[in-house]
């Protein structure tokens, strides 16, 4: 079921700390144009059906990515495109986007998300698995 536009961005903005649901939402751009680089075929089209339309097309349309980013390069790239952004905060940024995604998608999907990406991302979705 696709998650509302105001319960999916007041959601980050709890988790993010953000002082505004702009904030929440440049994060959630940046995070989901990124991630959207990462996954291909059904995997990306089931997880896109349950975020708001805008954020659907986002992960959709990806940026390009040349080659898939191990989880600190995703957070340092993240840094990269989101303005005043460090490490850090771009770390937040990530988790608190991705964990409300994990929420959205559920268990299975978010398993077979984890398939598709390089080691590591199940911390930055908040659902670490046992190695």
Do not use: C
């Amino acid at each position: 079921m696709q998650m509302r536009w105001e319960t999916f961005l007041e959601a980050i903005r709890e988790r993010g700390e953000y002082a505004t649901p702009g904030e929440a939402e440049r994060a959630a751009r940046v995070v989901l144009a990124l991630l959207g680089a990462h996954l291909v075929g059904e995997v990306r089209a089931e997880l896109a059906a349950r975020l708001p339309e805008t954020f659907e097309l986002i992960l959709l349309n990806p940026l390009q990515a040349a080659e898939p980013l191990s989880p600190e390069r995703f957070v340092r790239a993240t840094a990269a495109w989101i303005e005043g952004a460090t490490e850090e905060t771009a770390k937040w940024d990530v988790g608190a986007v991705l964990s409300v995604v994990a929420d959205a998608a559920g268990g299975d999907l978010v398993g077979r998300v984890l398939l598709q990406l390089p080691p590591g991302y199940d911390l930055l979705f908040g659902r670490p698995t046992a190695a």
